[in-house]
């Protein structure tokens, strides 16, 4: 039953992942905007949904560990393995303002979680604090959508009606949020069986499955040769995860945490955050290369490693 619940979550992902990308593509370009800003908000947001709904639920049960977990392993996940995996499928363009702001304001938010964490805390108003860098991150976005290249429309890709392209971007999104629920339940029934401890899985397991959606849809998007889809997607599912996951979920119920246990976890997520900075001013002709894509699944699997051996 487990293992069904993996292979019918992936499938629902997969198909999920690739209509989000044809649907977020054919918005931008009936609505005359960037792909970026797609990526940075309705892609990274929708397919953050998971993570949102893991960590809600676990504030609300008082399950704290699985709620940071689940959005410092989500975090490490989203720039190590998918951007690596990305950049190595196909050498990612890095717009200006990927670069100037959007990468920028991540290792910000990054830095915020990490020090309101260090009293092994986060209160309401921090969490309403969050909410609030959030909208301003997001008017930001629309605000400086105009500095950034016009979508192109996709040589082999369609169209749609603006309703058809929300319905299908909606529908995706539902799509990748029970597929990563399917692939969560039958993963952590499994690890579980196996003595896995409750941390391990959270950073893990269910920060991996969570990020599911953002690995698929930033792959497709690789394919597609949408770089803004697949960079946007990584980048603004990061800050939202901070400013959005965690601070609605403090919100409705204060995050308590044991620091000793996670500060580790924390650092690698803003080192990780701080190489992509590195990385993204230190490219050529701003293209996020296959070697960088290849030191970050390197990263990753360190990461991986140091997990398994201290635990």
């Known amino acids: 039953m487990d293992e069904l619940k993996l292979a019918g979550g992936l499938i629902l992902l ?8 044809k649907g977020s593509v054919s918005i931008a370009s009936k609505l005359k905007v960037s792909t970026l800003i797609i990526g940075m908000t309705i892609v990274a947001f929708g397919t953050s949904a998971p993570e949102l709904l893991v960590s809600l639920k676990a504030a609300l049960i ?7 977990s689940n959005v410092v392993g ?26 100037k702001i959007d990468v920028p304001i991540m290792i910000i938010a990054s830095f915020l979680f990490y020090f309101a964490s260090q009293d092994g805390n986060i ?5 309403i604090t969050g909410i609030i860098l959030l909208i301003i991150f997001i008017i930001i976005q629309i ?37 990563a629920d399917y692939l969560i339940d039958g993963a952590s029934a499994i690890a579980l069986k196996s003595g896995i401890s409750q941390r391990v899985i959270g950073v893990t397991i269910v920060a991996f499955g969570t990020s599911l959606p953002e690995l698929i849809t930033s792959i497709i998007a690789a394919f597609k040769k949408e770089a803004d889809i697949a960079i946007g997607n990584v980048v603004g599912s990061n800050i939202f995860n901070i400013f959005g996951i965690i601070g609605i979920s403090s919100t409705v119920s204060p ?8 500060r580790s976890d924390y650092i690698w997520m ?20 296959r070697a960088y894509g290849l030191m970050f699944i390197i990263l990753y ?5 140091m997990l398994v051996f201290t635990h």
């Open 62 to 68: 008082n399950n704290s560990e699985i709620a940071i």
């Open 74 to 99: 989500s975090n490490i996940a989203n720039i190590a393995f998918i951007l690596g995996i990305s950049a190595i499928i196909y050498p990612l363009q890095i717009s200006k303002n990927t670069k």
């Open 301 to 305: 699997l360190v990461y991986i490693a």
């Open 255 to 262: 995050i308590s945490m044991d620091w000793s246990i996670f």
């Open 270 to 289: 803003c080192v990780i955050a701080t190489i992509l900075f590195i990385f993204t001013t230190a490219a050529k002709k701003l293209v996020l290369g």
């Open 143 to 179: 605000q400086t959508s105009g500095t950034v290249e016009q979508v192109k429309e996709e040589v082999d890709s369609k169209t749609y009606p603006v309703l058809i392209s929300i319905l299908m971007i909606v529908l995706s999104c539902f799509g990748l949020t029970y597929g």
């Open 123 to 127: 209160n309401a108003i921090e969490g």
């Open 14 to 21: 997969i198909l999920s992942g690739n209509f989000l990308v």
